[in-house]
């Protein structure tokens, strides 16, 4: 690949991808993502458990007829937490995982749900690299957060950002109530 000036090697160009709903026929594609992803990737029955919980949901992103990543959320009072989140090897640092930050960030609002979380392993630096450069920011660290290696991970936070007055009113109803985090 021809790097560009300004870019490293292994960066492509931005590209467009169409985000829709998770659909049954996606899992093929998508569990082949999982694997070339994690060391210890979810299965497809961890996948069905989840998306059958009510307030669970997955998207895919599509180049052509191909689906080249996918996230899977959960909707909260107050947040969308990202359970999982990845984006097939050939296709990364094309910006599909902005986009995808992007749909998420669409889906809130400024008076109800105003931020999303990611749990990131400590030792998945690109993992971290990538929610900063989204503007994420560190929040705290969990420690021995992980069953399977006890890693612990780092909590990671996009907050809308909000005029003074709706901050004013957030911190007061935060003050009434338990935080949903
Ligand atoms: C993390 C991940 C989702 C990023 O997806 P992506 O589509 O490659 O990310 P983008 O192209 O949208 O990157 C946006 C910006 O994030 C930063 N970034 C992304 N990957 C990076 C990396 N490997 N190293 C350094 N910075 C990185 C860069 O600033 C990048 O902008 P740039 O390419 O213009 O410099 C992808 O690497 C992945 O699927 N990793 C394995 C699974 C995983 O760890 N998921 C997260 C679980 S919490």
Redesign the pocket.
């Known amino acids: 690949m021809v790097a560009k000036a300004g870019?490293?090697e292994?960066?492509?160009l931005?590209m467009r991808v169409h985000i829709r709903w998770m659909l049954r026929r996606d899992m093929n594609e998508i569990l082949r993502?999982e694997q070339d992803?994690?060391e210890l990737p979810w299965t497809e029955e961890d996948f069905l458990n989840c998306l059958r919980s009510r307030n669970c949901i997955g998207m895919s992103a599509e180049q052509g007829e191909r689906v080249v990543?996918f996230m899977i959320y959960e909707l909260h009072k107050r947040k969308l937490d990202?359970l999982?989140?990845?984006?097939?090897?050939d296709?990364?640092?094309?910006?599909?995982?902005?986009?995808?930050?992007s749909k998420l960030i669409s889906k809130l609002s400024g008076h109800r749900r105003t931020h999303i979380t990611?749990?990131?392993?400590e030792t998945?630096?690109?993992?971290q690299?990538?929610?900063?450069?989204?503007n994420f920011t560190a929040l705290r660290v969990l420690r021995d957060h992980f069953d399977d290696t006890g890693e612990s991970a780092y909590l990671m936070r996009y907050r809308l950002p909000m005029s003074e007055w709706a901050r004013e009113n957030l911190e007061e109803e935060e003050a009434g109530e338990p935080a949903d985090e």
């Open positions: 870019r490293t292994n960066q492509l931005p993502i992803s994690f990543a990202i999982n989140f990845a984006v097939q090897p296709f990364r640092r094309a910006r599909v995982g902005a986009q995808m930050v990611a749990v990131v392993r998945n630096l690109q993992a690299l990538f929610f900063r450069a989204v």
